[in-house]
């Protein structure tokens, strides 16, 4: 048996596999590398520290062979470089060296070596060390591989699980933040100020009586369709779809210091363009609907609301009801407004267009409110 199989073989190494050569002795470099081409590897050489430290920043190796004594930059010097930069950190360095002494061991583990060769060198020490190194080496790339791709499944999912509720721009800035600060639903609830949108489907009880269930459903699915997209045009959050009616809500999760004007135009947007489905409903079902609308603006307590088998992120307070409530009173293509988000986006809206309808005291509240109606359509009572 010769030495060559005695040692083992790194013929199995693959064959862009490239190791690092470093010394400042020609002689020895030769060596080096003609052992390990002799194994089936790719040799690259240095013949300093500096230009060691070059060549690995510009073309980093699958392993580093080097010399501690050199003029310069010692190896030692080149080893805490390299394993205190987070690029580099993982390549495996054997520190190749005469020194023998328990100190320069000590001195070459606090640097980070992953392996020392003493001089003269061996060859069926130098495979075995490299052929340890490799496996080494694949084994790390293999784990950071499943953990990148678990990580971006991890992504993909916290992206479509968010996709339901809010705009797509909006999904993919939560999934970037992922990582970062965790995600904004399930953190705990808080109090925050929101901007409430209602929106509903007037003349939807005459659609349910008129039609069979296949083409109410379908109905509702264009309609929703709609809101829906107006809504993630101007990032709104959906909390809520039931029956005929959807919550939106503004100014989360993430802050928006635009969020009543946001608010007025999903709301403006939202009537124009559910305008052509109602005209196509007119003509082929005989029916007159429209969109109702009611906001509202304040405090609200954000959160996951539910059990521990069903709970839903959602926006609990003032302006959530009174939105709901101003919302009911909404004729067709019209927007109630309560009046301190009338006052932060009266700038937006024609005079022509706004009707206040004073003091109102809704349903359920002790206390009256400025209510204020903006035709945003054409108003037709459903």
Partial sequence: MNDR???GSTADA???YRVLVVDDDLDMVAFLARLLRDEGLKVETAGDGASALMQVMTSPPDLILLDVMMPGVSGFDVCRQLKGDESTALIPIVLVTALDDSESRVRGIEA?????????????ELIARVKTLRRLHDTRKELESRRLAAEVQRKEAIRKTFARYISPRLAERITAEAGEHGDPFQGRAQRTSVVALFADLRGFTRLTEQNEVGAVVAMLNEYFAVLTETAYEHDGTIFNMAGDSLLVGFNVPFPQADAAERAWRTALEM??????VAASWQQRHGLTVGVGIGMCAGEAIIGN?????????????????TAA????????????VCGPLYERIRHLVPAGRVAPRGDVTLRGKSESIPVFAISAGAREQA
């Fill in 325 to 336: 409530r101003l919302m009911q009173m909404a004729a067709a293509g019209e927007v109630l």
């Fill in 271 to 276: 009537v124009a363009r559910f305008g052509p």
């Fill in 112 to 124: 980070g070596a992953d392996d020392f060769l003493s001089k003269p060198v061996k060859r069926e």
């Fill in 5 to 7: 199989t005695a040692a």
């Fill in 305 to 321: 609301v539910g059990s521990t088998h069903y709970a839903s992120y959602t926006i609990i307070g003032n302006p959530v009801n």
């Fill in 14 to 16: 693959p064959a862009d």
